[in-house]
């Protein structure tokens, strides 16, 4: 487990720069499989003008093996894709994620008015 995932379990949101070796995509995101070539042009997008919005996820402690004290993206799977694509060519760079500690779907909800 990475120091930066270890740090946000405190926290019930923050917005940081993780590897997106610690990322995945989750199986609450709504996007099933883009087309290859929305990805690539999404890619090109990203690297001639960076990301402009964060992707967010959250700590999932039920996740199996592959995916503990990951990452799980709900929010920008087509994004984290593109992130990759370009990491193939360049690395493992850093991507801008708000990350949760606990799923928004186990949140309690405010109570009603009078």
Known sequence: MSDTVAEMQADAQITTMVPLSD??????????EPPPADIE???D???E??????????????SDADHAYKIGIVAGGRRLRALQLLAEKAGDDPASVTVRSSSPATKTPPASGP
């Not at 990322?23 to 099933?32: D, F, M």
């Not at 990301?51 to 996820?57: E, M, P, R, V």
């Open 23 to 32: 990322c995945y995509i989750h199986k609450l995101n709504t996007r099933s």
């Open 41 to 43: 042009a999404l890619a």
């Open 45 to 47: 997008s990203i690297s």
């Open 49 to 62: 003008l960076g990301l402009l919005q964060n992707l967010a996820g959250w700590i999932d402690p039920t």
